[in-house]
C-alpha cells in the first residue's frame, strides 16, 4: 500500500479527548504557530462519562478543541473506554498510525495516575510499544503493508494535578506557553460535558500548574515533560537561548 498521508513533525497520544489537552494543549498550538505539523491521536472516544449526552457530543468537543488549538489531524481510535488495555492489537493499531504520518516526535503519558482513569497508564504502555513497533521491519502483515517507520524522539507528559512528583526520567525540560496559555485553556473549554460550572476551579488549576511550571524555568508559563533519554546538545547557545548567529543582524565589527 503506497503512503499518501503527509507526514507529521509531532503526534501527542491521549487515551480520552481531553487528556492531551490537558497535559500538552500549549505546547501543541505553539507547535503549530511555529510552523509544525501536529496530529492529536486519542486511543478511546472517552465515553461513556456521567455529563456527557453519548459518544458523538465528545466527539464534535473534541474537534472543537482540535479547531481550537490549530492542530491538522486528529484521530479516533475506537478503542474501548474504561476498558483499555495494553493488548497486541492495540499496540498495532496505534503503530499503524505512525507508520502512516511518521512523526519525529511522539508525545504520550508518562506515569500512572492513582485516584483517575487506569485507562492512562495502559496508554502509555500502548504508545510505548506502538513507538518500537513503527520501526520494525520483516513485520509488514501486521501493518497494512505500511512501510516501517522510526519515531526519533518521544516525551512524557503528566496530567497536571495528579501528583507534585514528576514522572522517573533521565531528563526533563519546561516548553515556554506564555503566548499559548489562553488557547489552552479555550481548547479545554471545548468540553462543556467534562467540566461544566461546578468543575470551574479545574480551569484555576491548570492555569496554577502551567505558572508555576513556567516559572520555574524563566516562562511565563510552561508545560513539563520528561524524557526517557538524558537531553543533550549540539548547539549550547542556541539550546539555552533558543537563538543562532544566523537569527540575529550581522552588526560590522567598528573598533
Ligand atoms: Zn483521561
Redesign the pocket.
Known sequence: MMNQLAPLDVIAV???P??VEIACGGTLAKLVRQGYRVGIIDLTD?EPTPGSPGPHVRLAEAERAAHTLGVHVRVQLGLSNRRLFDTFEARVALGKELRKYRPKLVLGFGEK?PL??P??WQAMQITDAAVFYARLTKWDDYFDGLPVHTVSAQLYFT?AFSSLELPTAAGHLVVDIGDTLETKLASIRCYATQFPPAKEYIYRRVEAVALHQGAAAGFPAGELFASPRTLGTRDLLHFLFGQTPADQPQKPDVR
Open positions: 491521549g487515551a480520552h481531553d487528556d472517552g495516575t483517575a482513569s485507562d492512562h496530567l
